[in-house]
C-alpha cells in the first residue's frame, strides 16, 4: 500500500510540474514586466483596405492594453510596398534603422533573417502561442522550421469579368483558350481583352498547375521548357492585342471599364471596391493550363520582430499577440479581400455584395483546387523583381 501511495504521490508531482511548465510556457513573456517604458516602431505599406485600418488598432491599444504596460506604438506609412522594401533593403545595407516590426510579404522577412536582423520569433512563439494559427501560414512564415515572422493575413489572385463588355462564355476551359478568345475579342473590338498585376505571381501559378517549379529565372535565360511555353503564350497573345501591360493597378483600368477583364490581387479588388459594380461582373474561374491541374496559390503578409532591448523585443511581442489574437484577426481581417492567419471570417459581416461574391469565389477555389502557400524564400524574392521589370519591358514592346 505505501509503495502504491508512494506512486501516486510520483505522478502527481510530475502533474503538477507539467502544469507549472506549460503555465509558464504559455504566459512567456505577457506577464513580464518591462523595466521601463517604451516606445516601439512599425512600418508598413499603407496601400490596401486591410493596413489602411492599422492605425486606429494602435491607437486602441496605446490607449488601453498598452498604456497599462508602459508601451506605445508608433506608425510609419509607405505608400506601397515596394517603397517600404526599398526603405528595409537600405536600413539592412546601412546596417541600423529597422523598425522594431516590419509589416511584409514573408519573403522579405526571410530576407532580413538572413541578414541577422531579427530576433528570436521562434523563441517567442512556439507552438502553443500559435496553435490558432493555419498550419499553412505557419509553414509559410518559417525557414529551416524556425518561424521568422507572425502571420496575419494571405490574398490570392482571382480573375475578374466585366460581363458589361464582354458577353462570350465563361468560364474559359484553359488558360490557352482564355488567350484565344483574347485575340479575337481584339480583332473584333480593338480593345485588349485582359491584363494581370503581377508577371511573377501568374508565372508561378500556371507552373504549379504543371507540377513544375518556377524559378524566376529571366525568359531569355530559363532552360525550364514549361517556362518557355507560358512565356511564349502571354508574348503572342500581347502580340496580337489581346493581353496588354497595365502601368498601373489593373483594378483600376477594370474599374473605369477601359479592359473588360483582368487577373488581380483579392486584396486590389477590395481597395478598389467604391470604384466597381458588383452587379456588371463576374469573379471567373481562375485560367489553368490546359494540361495543368487547378492550383489556389495564397501568400502570406506577416509582422517580423527586429533584434533590439530585452524591453523592446519584448514589447513587440506583447502587441502582436494582442494583435493577431482570434478576435482581434477577424475584425481586422473582415472585408479587406484577405484571409486571416487565426481569424474567422464573415462574409456576411460587411454587408457588401461585392465583398461577398469575391469570398464566395475564393472559397469555390480553395475548395476545387490543390492549395499551396508560398514560403518564405530570400532568393525568390530578390529575384521575382527581376523576372516583374523583365517582363514588363518585353510586354511594353509588344505593344
Same mark, same amino acid.
Given at each position: ?5 508512494? &506512486? *501516486? ?25 518591462? /523595466? ?53 533593403? +537600405?536600413?539592412?545595407?546601412? @546596417? ?17 533573417? +538572413? ?29 529551416? @522550421? ?21 458577353? @462570350? ?55 525550364? /521548357? ?6 511564349? *503564350? ?40 467604391? /470604384? ?44 502582436? &499577440? ?20 487565426? @481569424? ?19 472559397? +469555390? ?35
Amino acid at each position: 500500500m505505501k509503495r502504491r501511495k508512494n &506512486k *501516486l504521490f510520483i505522478i502527481l508531482a510530475l502533474l503538477l510540474a507539467a502544469g507549472a511548465a506549460i503555465y509558464i510556457y504559455l504566459t512567456r513573456p505577457t506577464d513580464i514586466q518591462l /523595466e521601463n517604458d517604451v516606445q516601439i516602431s512599425i512600418w508598413y505599406a499603407d496601400d490596401d483596405v486591410l493596413w489602411s485600418r492599422l492605425d486606429g488598432y494602435v491607437e486602441e491599444y496605446n490607449s488601453t492594453e498598452g498604456a497599462q504596460r508602459g508601451i506605445s506604438v508608433a506608425l510609419r506609412a509607405f505608400g506601397n510596398s515596394e517603397a517600404l522594401e526599398e526603405a528595409i533593403s +537600405e536600413a539592412v545595407d546601412t @546596417g541600423g534603422g529597422l523598425p522594431n516590426i516590419a509589416v511584409c510579404d514573408v519573403n522579405i522577412a526571410a530576407t532580413l533573417y +538572413e541578414a541577422q536582423t531579427l530576433a528570436d520569433v521562434d523563441g517567442y512563439f512556439g507552438a502553443l502561442e500559435t496553435a490558432n494559427f493555419g498550419s499553412d501560414f505557419i509553414a509559410a512564415s518559417s525557414v529551416d @522550421g524556425r518561424l521568422i515572422a507572425v502571420p496575419v493575413a494571405a490574398d490570392t489572385d482571382v480573375f475578374m469579368i466585366n460581363t458589361q463588355m464582354y458577353s @462570350g462564355d465563361i468560364p474559359f476551359e484553359s488558360f490557352e483558350q482564355l488567350c484565344e478568345a483574347a485575340k479575337q475579342y481584339y480583332a473584333e473590338t480593338g480593345t485588349s481583352f485582359f491584363t494581370m498585376s503581377d508577371y511573377s505571381e501568374f508565372f508561378l501559378t500556371a507552373m504549379l498547375q504543371l507540377g513544375d517549379e518556377f524559378d524566376a529565372e529571366s525568359p531569355h535565360d530559363t532552360s525550364n /521548357e514549361n517556362c518557355k511555353y507560358i512565356y511564349n *503564350l502571354l508574348a503572342e497573345t500581347a502580340y496580337d492585342r489581346g493581353f496588354t501591360t497595365a502601368q498601373e493597378n489593373p483594378v483600376a483600368i477594370f474599374a473605369r471599364g477601359e479592359i473588360p477583364a483582368a487577373i488581380a490581387s483579392s486584396a486590389d479588388v477590395m481597395a478598389w471596391a467604391d /470604384e466597381l459594380d458588383a452587379d456588371s461582373m463576374v469573379f471567373a474561374e481562375y485560367p489553368c493550363m490546359e494540361d495543368g491541374r487547378k492550383s489556389y496559390a495564397q501568400r502570406v503578409t506577416g509582422l517580423t520582430i527586429s533584434a533590439a532591448s530585452t524591453d523592446e523585443e519584448y514589447a513587440s511581442v506583447l502587441f502582436i &499577440k494582442w494583435f493577431t489574437s482570434v478576435e482581434n484577426n477577424s475584425d481586422f481581417v473582415s472585408g479587406s479581400g484577405y484571409l486571416p492567419a487565426s @481569424g474567422v471570417l464573415d462574409a456576411q459581416a460587411q454587408g457588401s455584395r461585392l465583398y461577398e461574391k469575391l469570398t464566395a469565389a475564393m472559397a +469555390e477555389a480553395k475548395s476545387s483546387a490543390r492549395i499551396w502557400t508560398r514560403p518564405a524564400d530570400a532568393e525568390y524574392a530578390e529575384k521575382s523583381r527581376v523576372f516583374d521589370g523583365v517582363l514588363q519591358s518585353v510586354m511594353d514592346s509588344l505593344k
